[in-house]
């Protein structure tokens, strides 16, 4: 069975961090574009982060430039989203998904995809 499964959220304080993973089961990472994208309630599921299959380049939303960092470990099968420096507007559920070239390029979810993974809850609050 193809899955990917995402870990790490939990509850922090803001200028604190997290590091989130997204493990795959049934198939290779190495093959695909990985990104990170989130939804806060209310609002829209939204890009954070994307990273390309082969050359490991990067994309971030202007939202998480200098913050967080995406890295993907072949080996482990796992792609990573380091958060530093969270704010209470990264509150929200994260979710990890393949994508495609252009969907890489723009950073943005799958369009119609409703088959979402069950995510793992960011919170930021003092």
């Known amino acids: 069975q193809l899955q990917l499964v995402e870990s790490g959220g939990g509850l922090v304080q803001p200028g604190g961090s997290l590091r989130l993973s997204c493990a795959a089961s049934?198939?290779?990472?190495?093959?695909?574009?990985i990104g990170w994208f989130r939804q806060a309630p209310g609002k829209e599921r939204e890009g954070v982060s994307c990273?390309?299959?082969?050359?490991?380049?990067?994309n971030y939303a202007d939202s998480v430039k200098g913050r967080f960092t995406i890295s993907r470990d072949n080996a482990k099968n796992t792609v990573y989203l380091q958060m530093n420096s969270l704010k209470p507007e990264d509150t929200a559920v994260y979710y990890c998904?393949?994508?495609?070239?252009?969907?890489?390029?723009?950073?943005?979810?799958?369009?119609?995809?409703?088959?979402w993974g069950q995510g793992t809850q960011v919170t930021v609050s003092s």
């Open positions: 998904t393949t994508i495609t070239t252009l969907e890489f390029s723009l950073c943005v979810p799958p369009r119609g995809k409703d088959d």
């Open positions: 049934g198939f290779r990472l190495y093959y695909y574009a």
């Open positions: 990273i390309s299959s082969r050359d490991g380049s990067t």
